[in-house]
């Protein structure tokens, strides 16, 4: 079951914030985020295991909730480098499902 | 960090013709690869798991006998589009878990181009 991502897309100027939200109607094993620019290989971002956790690099951070079944990713002061589409992906091996990505969000970060 | 290759980087081809994909793990062994496709301004999809030494792993309503998969070695998976169609022109990418500690981590391909004429 594809998991559900908000917004679709997103427009920012540099230095503004942004907040993307994944969530499953269902409990999660864990929430991958990744980062895909136009033509190329979504780039690993960060992993979500445990309720409640929350982690970030820089300054791009995400959060699970304690349910496991709501994650967000939160970009702070973006940079034009920023931009791309931004997918969750979600897995649940107690119910049997693989890896599966969200729908994406397309994130633009303007000068 | 492990480096995962594909190749062609693109393809054009004519209907009704097969195509093969080459993903290579370049400094790590991969006894698991995942394909996936995408079509324009869409997610990536699945298609299969690719194990080294048994069959491939399809996902529902992928058609094994048009996407052919070969995971001969621990550092190469092939994926051949049988008699390609032009609704078969996507964007292909394969992935490889990560080592250990971080086996949670899918490190992707570059993506092969696969355009049906």
């Known amino acids: 079951q594809q998991p559900v991502q908000s917004p679709q897309a997103v427009i920012l100027r540099e230095g503004e914030d942004a907040v993307i939200n994944c969530s499953s109607s269902?409990?999660?094993?864990?929430v991958h985020w990744y980062r895909q620019k136009h033509g190329e290989a979504p780039v690993f971002l960060m992993i979500?295991?445990?309720?409640?956790e929350q982690k970030g690099h820089d300054k791009i951070s995400a959060s699970f909730n304690e349910k496991k079944q709501q994650s967000s990713l939160y970009l702070t002061a973006s940079q034009l480098s920023y931009s791309g589409t931004y997918f969750c992906?979600?897995?649940?091996?107690?119910?049997?499902?693989?890896?599966?990505f969200g729908p994406g969000t397309r994130l633009s970060v303007l000068p | 960090g492990a480096v995962v290759s594909q190749h062609p980087s693109w393809v054009i081809c004519k209907s009704g013709t097969s195509v093969k994909i080459e993903c290579r793990s370049l400094?790590?062994?991969?006894?698991?690869m995942f394909w996936y496709r995408q079509f324009p301004k869409q997610s990536l999809m699945l298609m299969a798991t690719?194990?080294?030494?048994?069959?491939?792993?399809?996902e529902q309503g992928v058609e094994k006998d048009k996407f052919l998969i070969n995971h001969a070695s621990l550092t190469l998976s092939t994926l051949t589009v049988t008699s390609a169609h032009p609704e078969d022109s996507s964007f292909y990418i394969c992935?490889?878990?990560?080592?250990?500690?971080?086996?949670?981590?899918?490190?992707f391909g570059p993506g092969t181009r696969l355009t049906v004429t």
């Open positions: 992935s490889a878990p990560g080592l250990a500690p971080a086996s949670y981590e899918q490190y």
């Open positions: 269902k409990a999660l094993y864990s």
């Open positions: 979500l295991l445990k309720g409640g």
């Open positions: 992906g979600t897995e649940n091996p107690n119910y049997g499902q693989n890896f599966v």
């Open positions: 400094d790590f062994q991969a006894t698991t």
């Open positions: 690719s194990n080294e030494g048994s069959k491939a792993t399809y």
